[in-house]
């Protein structure tokens, strides 16, 4: 049971993140659709 | 010998991104046509010798990394290198931003040359929200972004872009790549003799904030020390790019770049150093 949450709660930190650094990312480099 | 320059066509290379290919000048129609306001057709048109041929061609791609532009730029070298009619003149690259990625995926038809594939931040998922304020709200950006994300999907690069930017992605191996590939394309320049000039849109090439990539350690330092400044022109103090001197200037931008005025005076700045990399006289 604790296992389950500490993978749940690994998971969350880790999309946590992954979002954190893609909105950098996009924040330096220009959207191109254009 | 000017006999050379006055029997063959003499090709200038341009590479680079959006920043070269134009996106957003006031000639580039619906973010297709390729400008010819930009720095580097700029530089192209003010250098020339009366009763010359040239010709200039564009290896520059929006959206693109600095493994493609070498790459693309690579291969418009060696084409101009094998054909017996022609004499690279110059080539200009402009680099570009380290988050991009360029891959050679399993070949599909919609692919560039079959094959490859360039991946930025904005190819992962994207809330209807930020979608929305990226695209300012403009109906034919979104048909184009909505057209890219089924081209992605078909070729089976969008869930690698999701899984590279989740599992993969970190500044030291992009900055790792990109320097690579612009050791790669001086040595390969070098090696031929063709005159080049290197600058760059950002200078998140060489710095994060005010730390500098080589002190990480002493791969980068190496990497670093490979590469020859005395061929780069800069915006400005700490490698500034083109961009960051735009903005810095206040110049006037479209959605995501800087317009034709900022091209005219970069070309300006740029040409004193253009000129002394070309030699100034020839014989």
Known sequence: MINWIKKLINKIKQELAYRKRLKELKKKDPFIYK | ?283
Not at chain 2, 234 to 241: I, V
């Open chain 2, 1 to 283: 010998m000017y006999w050379v320059y006055m029997s063959k066509i003499n090709v200038f290379i341009a590479g680079g991104c959006s920043f070269t290919f134009g996106h957003e000048l006031s000639d580039n129609l619906n973010g297709r046509t390729p400008s010819m306001k930009t720095w580097a057709h700029g530089l192209y048109e003010g250098y020339k010798y009366p009763g010359t041929i040239y010709h200039y061609e564009l290896a520059a791609t929006p959206g693109t990394g600095n493994p493609g532009i070498a790459r693309r730029v690579f291969k418009a070298v060696a084409e101009a290198h094998k054909n017996p009619e022609q004499n690279i003149e110059a080539v200009v690259v402009m680099w570009s931003f380290n988050s991009r990625y360029d891959w050679a995926m399993p070949r599909h038809r919609n692919l560039e040359d079959t094959r490859w594939a360039t991946m930025s931040p904005w190819d992962t998922n994207m809330r209807a929200e930020e979608r929305h304020n990226a695209l300012s709200g403009s109906e034919a950006q979104q048909e184009q972004w909505k057209r890219r994300q089924e081209l992605m999907i078909e070729t089976g690069v969008k869930p690698f872009a999701e899984a590279i930017y989740k599992h993969a992605a970190n500044e030291y191996h992009e900055t790792y790549l990109s320097w690579k590939s612009i050791i790669w394309l001086q040595n390969i320049l070098e090696k031929k003799g063709i005159k080049y000039m290197f600058t760059l849109a950002d200078n998140s090439l060489f710095y994060k904030d005010f730390a500098h990539h080589k002190d990480q350690d002493g791969l980068m330092s190496a990497l670093h020390d490979e590469i020859d400044f005395t061929k780069w022109f800069s915006f400005g103090e700490r490698m500034m790019g083109f961009n960051q001197w735009a903005l810095m200037e206040d110049y006037p931008r479209g959605t995501t770049h800087p317009l034709d005025k900022a091209h005219e005076d970069a070309v300006k700045l740029m040409m004193p150093m253009y000129k002394k990399i070309k030699g100034g006289v020839r014989s």
